[in-house]
Nanobody, 123 residues
Framework: QLQLVESGGGLAQPGGSLRLSCAASGFTRDAIGWFRQAPGKEREGVSCISRSGSSTYYADSVKGRFTISRDNAKSTVYLQMNSLKPEDTAVYYC??????????????????WGQGTQVTVSS
């Protein structure tokens, strides 16, 4: 069974940057989404990248600050996070889906969730 493993989280100052990685245990051509969940809040969609990497999607809250990319040769998807804000603090997860369109409203359709990586933005 395909497994996804997130890494790259940590503590960053407001305005700082982090790069998250989502590594698949095997080759995958699925769409990959990044999601996050802050304490006391529901899980929300952050970004999604299509199977080929030609299409990317972003939540309004991160548009212009985050960049998603993938290296299919390495079976890895990245989330470059710049200009971080305290409200970006959350556990970040990656998961696979059949496609990205509408990913924010159909989180339950994504599978193979990783264990998550904590991102904390604080001075």
């Amino acid at each position: 069974q395909l497994q996804l493993v997130e890494s790259g989280g940590g503590l960053a100052q407001p305005g700082g940057s982090l790069r998250l990685s989502c590594a698949a245990s095997g080759f995958t051509r699925d769409a990959i989404g990044w999601f996050r969940q802050a304490p006391g809040k529901e899980r929300e969609g952050v970004s999604c990248i299509s199977r080929s990497g030609s299409s990317t999607y972003y939540a309004d809250s991160v548009k212009g600050r985050f960049t998603i990319s993938r290296d299919n040769a390495k079976s890895t998807v990245y989330l470059q996070m710049n200009s971080l804000k305290p409200e970006d603090t959350a556990v970040y997860y990656c998961a696979r889906g059949s496609y990205c369109s509408g990913y924010e409203s159909r989180i339950s359709s994504f599978t193979s969730w990783g264990q998550g990586t904590q991102v904390t933005v604080s001075s």
